[in-house]
C-alpha cells in the first residue's frame, strides 16, 4: 500500500507531514555535503550546525534558490534524508504532492518531480503555492467565487485571485524575503562597511523595517565585523536606513498585487473588494505591509494565522483527496 506524504518546499525552508500523522518536520532547505567523498553529512538545521563545527570541505548547499531548483541531485539528497528520518523506506512506495510557485517553468517543474522519484518516490504530483495555500486556508476554491491569496516566502512573491479549482489571474516575482535581508545586508556593507550574520539581520528586519516607512526614530545597536580586515565593531542603525534599503522591494510587491486585482473579471473582482484578500507565507509578516496592501489597493487585507504553515496545511487537505483533484495536478504539472 502507497503512502501518501506532502512536502512544501521553499527556499527556506522545507516541511514534510503525512494524513496520519501531521506535520513530522520544518527543517531548513539545507544539506551539508563532504567535498571530498560527495557524501550527506546532514540536513536541515543539523547541517547548519554540521558547517560551523566541520573541517572546510564539509558544506551546506541550498538546491532551491528564488523558488527554483538550482540542484537537482541535491534536492533528490534532502528529500532521501527528509524520507530517511520519516521511517519511510524505498519499499514504502511513497507517494507525494508537492507546492510549487506559479511562476516555475515546465522544466523547473519537471525538475522538482524528478527529484521527489530519484529520492524514491513512486509517483509526484505538483500543485502550485496560491492553491495550496487557498486550500490550507479552508477558502471555496472549487466554487464560482473568488479566492484572493498573496503569498510571500523567502524567494519568491505571488499573487492569485483562484475560481472554480484554478487560478483566474495572478502575478508572480523572483523576490521575497531573502531579498529583504539581502538589501539590508547590502546597506550596512555600504554605510559602514560591516558584515552582520543573518539572526542579526533577522532581528533588524523584525524590529525596525516598516512597509510603511514609519521610524519613531527607533535605532539599534548591533555587533559585527569589519569588511576590510574582519575585525569585530558596535554599529548603530536607524528604522530609517533600513526602510530606504527595504522600499523597492515593498514597492514591487505592491505592483504585483495591484497588477493582480486590475485583471480580475468584474464580478470576481467585486469579490475580493467584499472578501478581502490573505497574506500567507512568512514575509508576509513583515512590519506594516499589510496595512500598506490596504491602502494601496482598497481592499481589506489581512495576515493569516501562522502564515509560514498555511501551504503545508493545504497539501494535508489534499492528501485525503488525491484522486479528486487529478485535473488540480495536470494543471500543475505542465
Do not use: W
Not at 132 to 160: F, N, Q, W
Amino acid at each position: 500500500m502507497a503512502t501518501d506524504v506532502a512536502l512544501d518546499v521553499g527556499t527556506s525552508y522545507t516541511r514534510l507531514a503525512t494524513q496520519e500523522r501531521g506535520l513530522l518536520f520544518c527543517e531548513p532547505t539545507v544539506v551539508a555535503i563532504d567535498t571530498r567523498t560527495g557524501a550527506v553529512v546532514e540536513v536541515g538545521h543539523g547541517a547548519l550546525d554540521a558547517v560551523v563545527m566541520s573541517p572546510k570541505h564539509v558544506v551546506a548547499f541550498r538546491p532551491l534558490a528564488k523558488g527554483a531548483t538550482v540542484d537537482f541531485d541535491v534536492a533528490a539528497r534532502l528529500f532521501r534524508s527528509f524520507f530517511d528520518r520519516a521511517g519511510f523506506s524505498k519499499l514504502s512506495r511513497v507517494r507525494v504532492i508537492m507546492s510549487v510557485p506559479a511562476l516555475a517553468t515546465s522544466i523547473e517543474r519537471r525538475a522538482l518531480r524528478q527529484a521527489a522519484l530519484q529520492a524514491g518516490a513512486v509517483e509526484a504530483s505538483l500543485i502550485e503555492t496560491p492553491m495550496a495555500g487557498a486550500i490550507g486556508l479552508g477558502m471555496p476554491v472549487d466554487d464560482p467565487v473568488a479566492s484572493a491569496v498573496v503569498s510571500l516566502g523567502a524567494g519568491s512573491s505571488e499573487a492569485a485571485i483562484i475560481s472554480l479549482g484554478g487560478i483566474v489571474t495572478g502575478r508572480s516575482l523572483r523576490v521575497g524575503g531573502h531579498d529583504v535581508d539581502n538589501a539590508i545586508a547590502t546597506m550596512l556593507r555600504q554605510n559602514y562597511g560591516v558584515v552582520a550574520s543573518p539572526p542579526v539581520i533577522e532581528s533588524l528586519k523584525k524590529d525596525l523595517a516598516s512597509a510603511l516607512q514609519r521610524t519613531n526614530g527607533a535605532t539599534r545597536i548591533i555587533a559585527a565585523r569589519t569588511v576590510d580586515h574582519g575585525r569585530p565593531v558596535s554599529v548603530e542603525t536607524t528604522a530609517t536606513e533600513i526602510n530606504s534599503s527595504i522600499r523597492e522591494i515593498v514597492n514591487s510587491t505592491i505592483r504585483m498585487v495591484q497588477e493582480t486585482l486590475a485583471e480580475a473579471p468584474p464580478d470576481l473582482a467585486q469579490d475580493v473588494l467584499t472578501q478581502g484578500l490573505t497574506l500567507i507565507g512568512a514575509h508576509g509578516q513583515l512590519g506594516d505591509l499589510a496595512e500598506l496592501l490596504g491602502i494601496e489597493t482598497g481592499v481589506h487585507v489581512h495576515v493569516a494565522d501562522e502564515p509560514d504553515l498555511v501551504v503545508i496545511r493545504g497539501l494535508e487537505r489534499c492528501l485525503a483527496n488525491m484522486s479528486s483533484l487529478h485535473a488540480m495536478f495536470r494543471n500543475a504539472d505542465r
